[in-house]
């Protein structure tokens, strides 16, 4: 009698709709980024400056989209940070050197590499430290230097500030301008990997009361950024430049009033403690 020995049938595994699509919009910011690339090797640099914009928003909302519709993942996570290093490491690195540094030879493609460099080294970091509970500056709603983002935004804020004050005859970008420009870019690659404390978006709270107020904000902003990206995307980084030394400032005034209010508390458990311990035994010195 020959028995027939079936094999069991594997289980097909399904991945959710919804877990795709923060991915899809992961993929379509990395798209974005790489365009910028080959728009800025053709020479059209507004158009290349637009397509690391809209990068940065996709990036803005995927992370929001995943949680909206609980389809987070670790590979989604893995996926967001490789994009973020072409969208706002290698693609501002090549387009900001295409339009300027490239006239600083050696030192220019240094510093063109000084960003997309420190920009891996950031996302290298915060990978890193995605399972780590004991990190100073998120315990107190506070990021570890600047955003990929922000950083990608800060570096290109030279060609904002250009494209600007173009139509004034400000059309000749002279050596000084282009060392100025290496200064920023060198400047921005530093504070991505440094431990200076930033301000993050999501410590801040807005009162039920200020709602429509924020409302309309957003709006005057959606309208300035499209009747005039560049005023704004200079405006933009320069209040953000100054928010720095203010996050320092008030990252310090945080930990004070928390080791303030920690040290009382910790006396009184102290105390707490002694008083209910029993009375040493007399053997005991």
């Not at 000749?172 to 990997?193: D, H, N, R």
């Not at 009361?209 to 499209?226: K, N």
């Not at 704004?232 to 928390?258: C, D, E, F, G, N």
Request: glycine residues 8%.
């Amino acid at each position: 009698m020959k028995v027939d020995h079936e094999r069991p049938r594997r289980l097909k595994r399904v991945i959710p709709i919804r877990v795709l699509i923060p991915n899809a919009i992961t993929i379509a910011a990395l798209c974005a980024g790489l365009t910028s690339v080959r728009l800025a090797i053709a020479g059209d640099y507004e158009r290349a400056i637009l397509a690391i914009v809209v990068a940065g928003v996709l990036d803005g909302i995927d992370g929001r989209v995943a949680r909206l519709l609980k389809g987070a993942s670790r590979f989604g996570a893995e996926l967001d940070s490789l994009s973020d290093v072409t969208a706002f490491g290698v693609a501002p690195a090549l387009v900001i050197y295409l339009w300027t540094l490239e006239h600083l030879p050696g030192v220019g493609w240094i510093v063109a590499l000084a960003h997309a460099v420190c920009c891996a080294l950031r996302l290298a970091r915060f990978n890193a430290n995605l399972d780590v509970t004991d990190q100073p500056h998120k315990k107190y709603g506070f990021l570890t230097g600047i955003p990929a983002p922000v950083g990608a935004g800060l570096t290109l804020s030279p060609m904002f500030l250009y494209y600007w004050l173009e139509p004034t005859r400000f059309t000749q970008y002279s050596e000084v301008g282009t060392a100025a420009t290496a200064i920023v870019v060198g400047t921005v690659a530093f504070l991505m990997v440094s431990n200076l404390p930033t301000y993050s978006w999501k410590s801040v709270r807005i009162r039920p009361e200020y709602r429509i107020m924020a409302l309309v904000g957003v709006a005057l902003f959606a309208g300035a950024l499209l009747s005039a990206p560049y005023m704004t995307l200079s405006l933009i980084s320069v209040i953000y430049a100054a928010t720095i030394p203010m996050a320092i400032v008030s990252y310090r005034k945080v930990r004070r009033q928390a080791a303030g209010t920690a040290t009382p508390d910790s006396a009184a458990e102290t105390g707490t403690a002694a008083a209910a311990a029993p009375p040493p035994s007399p053997d005991v010195p």
